[in-house]
């Protein structure tokens, strides 16, 4: 990485020994150590982050170029994948949505009574 052979190596350690002390100099070696595994996981993160955008930018496009070349061509494996894949894409947008049709506000009026605590609601909903 920094191109540092074993006698760059043996002189960094004398002049830490030197100007540090034999006290201090454990503690610092730690102390930059942890540092630099930090400083390379973060730049690890980043650039995992950065692959996997840009492999998602590259499906959506490929998804695009394939709706604009039209639907008709491919085979059926291929048209439920791409069914698959729009169906992943909706629930990405919206993961809080249920599947179940919204309840009218006179449904959840019906099943809450001033008596009836969140708890209550929430374990009627379980059991449905």
Do not use: C
């Amino acid at each position: 990485m920094f191109d540092i052979g074993f006698w760059e190596l043996v002189l960094i350690s004398v002049v830490g020994l030197v100007v540090l002390g034999p006290e201090r100099l454990p503690h610092a070696i730690r102390s930059v150590s942890r540092f630099v595994s930090s400083a390379k996981s973060m730049a690890n993160s980043v650039k995992d982050e950065i692959s996997h955008e840009l492999k998602v930018q590259e499906l959506q496009e490929n998804l695009r170029k394939a709706e604009k070349m039209g639907m008709e061509d491919l085979s059926p494996e291929l048209k439920s994948s791409v069914e698959e894949l729009k169906q992943a894409a909706r629930e990405v947008q919206r993961p809080y949505a249920s599947n179940k049709p919204e309840q009218t506000a006179q449904d959840v009026e019906s099943e809450v009574s001033p008596t009836t605590t969140p708890s209550d609601v929430a374990a009627s909903k379980k059991a449905e």
